[in-house]
């Protein structure tokens, strides 16, 4: 069953998400050449400890595969679940941070590709399409319309732009588990799939890829880079389906959608 939450529970789901956004901010602004990845997940650990919330994947088991960071960083072609280590961030990098935590309960979720620096022009242009995707995919997510007509919209910005939209990673519901139900794929057919209801909190979250959809596992059991080594993105949004215009719990500053 999809859950559908009361109005003190999305008061809930809004701090969860708000402190979630919050990280996002801090950590996007801080991203420089020379540090590596285990520092920025050593500063989100801290972050994480100062506003009173916990790592939602740290731990996280998947079989006998325990998740060891406290985020999910990914570079480049790594497309999710990348693990933070002594890898040295440069210039020109894309910076995946996907960020999820636990606050009273309640599960916030939200992720971001920064830019290092500058970046070529079909990079850029990859994270400008992949944001727009988004944004088309929250525009639709409204009571009485359906979970397909979100991803329609989403592999129709990525396709019509000569992109690819990556298939084995969906969204997913969230509240007090990081994983609810409903899947939310980045794929579909209009008018296809579960009618969507107010009170209803998705986690939107495009991975589109320069190159093929296709990905590939890493040996560390959890990191997904593109078969073809190019570059992929990832921008994600924690929204609340409502009677009027959908909520977007995880809204933030400079890495908001434009």
Excluded at 31 to 47: F, L, N, W, Y
Excluded at 132 to 146: D, M, P, Q, S, T
Excluded at 237 to 254: C, Q, S, Y
Aim: proline residues 3%; aromatic residues 4%; neutral net charge.
């Amino acid at each position: 069953m999809i859950p559908i939450k009361n109005a003190r529970e999305i008061e809930k789901m809004r701090q969860a998400c708000r402190s979630a956004s919050d990280i996002l901010e801090q950590l996007s602004n801080m991203i420089r050449p020379g540090m590596s990845t285990k520092d920025v997940d050593t500063a989100a650990a801290e972050m994480m400890a100062q506003a009173g919330v916990k790592s939602a994947v740290f731990g996280y088991r998947m079989g006998h595969r325990v998740y060891p960071g406290n985020i999910c960083i990914s570079l480049n072609d790594e497309v999710i679940h990348g693990i933070a280590g002594q890898r040295i961030i440069q210039y020109g990098d894309l910076v995946k941070l996907d960020i999820t935590i636990i606050r009273d309960g309640w599960f916030g979720d939200t992720a971001a590709t920064i830019p290092v620096g500058l970046v070529d022009d079909r990079a850029d242009r990859l994270l400008r399409v992949t944001q727009k995707a988004l944004e088309r995919g929250i525009g639709v997510a409204r009571e009485g319309r359906r979970l397909g007509d979100i991803g329609a919209e989403i592999e129709d910005e990525a396709r019509r732009n000569g992109f690819n939209v990556v298939r084995e990673f969906v969204g997913h519901g969230v509240g007090r588990k990081m994983h609810e139900e409903p899947q939310v794929p980045n794929y579909g057919k209009r008018g296809s799939g579960v009618r969507l209801r107010a009170g209803m909190t998705l986690a939107i979250e495009p991975m589109i890829n320069m190159g093929a959809a296709n990905v590939r596992l890493l040996d560390d059991g959890w990191t997904a880079c593109t078969a073809d080594g190019l570059p992929s993105a990832h921008f994600e949004h924690t929204v609340l389906i409502t009677n009027a215009e959908p909520e977007i719990l995880t809204w933030r500053g400079k890495t908001q959608l434009k």
